[in-house]
């Protein structure tokens, strides 16, 4: 699987949008995103995947690049209790296993 | 609530004792994952286990050992517990062995003294 790179720590606003940005510029064509998050000590939480196309739930939106070697989570108006790590996991599909492999992810601190 | 369910969920125990932990996987759910997660370690990948076998392997000591019934129920049985065994253990569960979302519970904190 593809390894990201993610900055080790991001602040916003209370109310504001939180944009957290991921590389993986080795992604292959069958590698999927993955979005959690674990807020302290809790267990990590999934919020949204994607392949290729923008995906959006009723947590966050995922925007993908074109050429796949970068993406974004945008958490529209993030609340206090977003506060947490988020971790950004590219996984292959299809394959004999579906561990995922956690990195370092992004500190997120939401500021009242 | 992820409908992983970890017991138990805080323990103490003594270096060189055993200690089994439980998790009860989301309903319909036939793969389970063991993670470790130590203060200066992260979040590590122990094993899978898919419909009762063994699916893959991650950095997991030999003292530790695990299994998944019938029932899918798994439990990770820690031996000869030293203290830098303490740590968060979680379990997870998705549906099939593969190319599907993965499921945490909430964990259980080990402490060894």
């Known amino acids: 699987d593809a390894k990201t790179t993610q900055p080790p720590s991001m602040d916003c606003a209370e109310g504001r949008a939180a944009n957290l940005p991921c590389n993986h510029s080795?992604?292959?064509?069958?590698?999927?995103v993955y979005w959690y998050r674990q807020i302290h000590s809790q267990g990590p939480q999934y919020i949204i995947h994607?392949?290729?196309n923008n995906e959006t739930n009723e947590m966050a939106s995922l925007i993908i690049t074109e050429d796949r070697k970068s993406s974004t989570l945008i958490l529209p108006h993030a609340t206090l209790r977003d506060t947490a790590v988020y971790y950004c996991?590219?996984?292959?599909?299809?394959?004999?296993?579906?561990?995922?492999?956690f990195g370092t992810g992004t500190l997120l601190a939401v500021q009242p | 609530d992820s409908g992983v369910t970890q017991t138990p969920k805080h323990l103490i125990t003594a270096t060189g004792q055993r200690v089994t932990l439980r998790c009860s996987p989301r309903?319909?759910?036939?793969?389970v994952y063991w993670y470790q997660q130590s203060l200066d370690q992260g979040l590590q990948f122990l094993i899978q286990?898919?419909?009762?076998?063994?699916?893959a392997k991650g950095n997991i000591l030999e003292r530790f050992s695990a299994q998944q019934f019938p029932d899918l129920h798994s439990e990770l049985n820690l031996s000869s517990l030293e203290l830098g065994d303490s740590a968060l253990y979680f379990c997870?569960?998705?549906?099939?062995?593969?190319?599907?979302?993965?499921?945490f519970g909430e964990g259980s904190w080990l402490t060894v003294v």
């Open positions: 286990y898919y419909n009762g076998e063994e699916r």
């Open positions: 080795t992604i292959s064509g069958n590698e999927y």
């Open positions: 996991i590219v996984k292959g599909a299809g394959r004999a296993t579906n561990k995922l492999i």
């Open positions: 309903s319909g759910d036939l793969s």
């Open positions: 997870a569960s998705s549906v099939e062995v593969s190319g599907n979302t993965i499921y």
């Open positions: 994607g392949l290729k």
